[in-house]
């Protein structure tokens, strides 16, 4: 069965930092490419960033520069470390992992606010 569990979202102060986990089980984690997503409330969900078996990153645009997605294939686990928040960022955010079939974890919550 495979699994995608999100975690590390919290409540930060504009301008702090969070590191995001996104751990996979029941599936050949070296192989697959892991996405970030999320989805602010009234409003879509949007693409943030990918990371394919290769180690290629790829990120939306208006996130270049302070969002970074890595990956430990040992441990089977995407991050997405995200520095310089700010309002706009708080969201849930969501991994998911792209074999055959896309796997979607259950979203960790972020909230960016003073």
């Known amino acids: 069965q495979v699994q995608v569990v999100e975690s590390g979202g919290g409540l930060v102060q504009p301008g702090g930092s969070l590191s995001l986990s996104c751990e996979v089980s029941?599936?050949?984690?070296?192989?697959?490419?892991v996405g970030w997503y999320r989805q602010s409330p009234g409003k879509q969900r949007e693409w943030v960033a990918s990371i394919t078996r290769n180690f290629k990153a790829d990120y939306v645009d208006s996130l270049k520069g302070r969002f970074t997605i890595s990956r430990d294939n040992a441990k089977a686990t995407a991050y997405l470390q995200m520095n310089n928040l700010e309002p706009d960022d708080t969201a849930v955010y969501y991994c998911?992992?792209?074999?055959?079939?896309?796997?979607w974890g259950q979203g960790t919550q972020v909230t960016v606010s003073s």
């Open positions: 998911n992992a792209q074999a055959v079939t896309t796997y």
């Open positions: 029941g599936l050949i984690f070296s192989l697959v490419t």
